[in-house]
């Protein structure tokens, strides 16, 4: 074969934009991963020193030796392993329960034929445009009339299934999950629940991760209502944090020791959750 000068110059050219290319876009990257991780690392910093480092005219870039202490001072003043506990079990509860409730839900929406099915995923859809905090009050005058205030069940049961969640795994359902499949199941006497547990389950597992991540993030940084439904006696991480700054004088050592270590939780969720997100599309690309 003839190489003309002409067009390997041109390739060599070409190979140099793509290589400008790649310089820009790794150096783009990582100036995104180094701007999401600062915050993180300037609340280690400040939690591993005392807060007069917050006054000096040029603070320290270095970690200090004060952060065991600061952290030791956190479950002196609050209760903290218990609402480490509290939000541990009422993460997970809702986590787990909203990922099974809503690909159950969008595996029957997305792939079931019954009366009524657009009109009541309409109303699910629906439930988004009401705001929250209209329903707090009838919330919390139910919470009490079963006898569940100031218990880990009133933050728990009405957080069982979300609205987003159904949508979001009926969307995924609808791509993911050929209805071929499904019938091929079914001919070999496969019953509708076996067909969600061995068909759906597996070929929405990125779906699922995410909305489980998702779902444990926010019911973890959840204050507004467990400040309402708990006590102080039986707070959840949130509220724990909310009362190491409710004195006249804040100190932002103590209060970043304790946000870092509550964010401890949701970085492990994360490392276990997202590994599963890229397998799953690592898988369907390979299969693509």
């Known amino acids: 074969m003839t190489v003309f000068p002409g067009s390997l110059r041109r390739s060599r050219s070409a190979g140099g934009g793509v290589g400008r290319a790649n310089i820009w876009v790794y150096g783009l990257l990582t ?10 690392y300037w ?18 870039l270095v970690p200090g030796g004060s952060f065991f202490a600061n952290a030791q001072r956190v479950f002196d003043q609050v209760e903290f392993w218990r609402a480490l506990g509290n939000s541990v079990v009422v993460a997970g509860t809702v986590t787990i329960s909203t990922v099974f409730f809503s690909t159950l839900a969008g595996f029957a929406f997305a792939k079931l034929r019954f009366r009524g099915r657009n009109a009541l995923f309409v109303l699910v859809i629906a439930t988004l445009a009401v705001p929250t905090q209209l329903g707090i009050i009838p919330l919390y005058m139910a919470m009490a009339e079963f006898g569940w205030a100031n218990e880990l069940q009133a933050v728990i049961v009405p957080n069982l299934v979300t609205a987003i969640g159904v949508f979001w795994m009926r969307q995924y359902t609808v791509e993911a999950v050929p209805c071929e499949l499904i019938e091929a199941a079914r001919m070999d006497g496969c019953s509708m629940i076996r ?42 991480v949130q509220v724990a944090l909310e009362k190491l700054q409710s004195g006249y004088y804040v100190d932002y050592s103590l209060v970043l020791a304790g946000t870092t ?10 490392l276990v959750l997202g590994r599963q997100i890229v397998a799953g599309i690592m898988q369907g690309a390979v299969k693509g």
Do not use: K, Q
């Not at 609340?43 to 320290?60: G, K, Q």
């Not at 270590?261 to 994360?270: D, G, K, S």
């Open 31 to 40: 100036a995104f991963v180094l701007g999401s991780i600062f915050p993180f």
């Open 261 to 270: 270590l509550a964010t401890i939780p949701i970085l492990v969720v994360f």
């Open 195 to 236: 067909v969600f547990w061995h068909v759906c389950l597996p070929s929405v597992r990125p779906a699922a991760a995410f909305l489980g991540m998702f779902t444990f993030m926010m019911s973890w940084n959840d204050f507004l209502w467990p400040l309402i439904a708990l006590n102080a006696e039986n707070p959840t």
């Open 43 to 60: 609340s280690f910093l400040v939690a591993s020193r005392d807060s007069s480092m917050l006054t000096e005219s040029i603070p320290p």
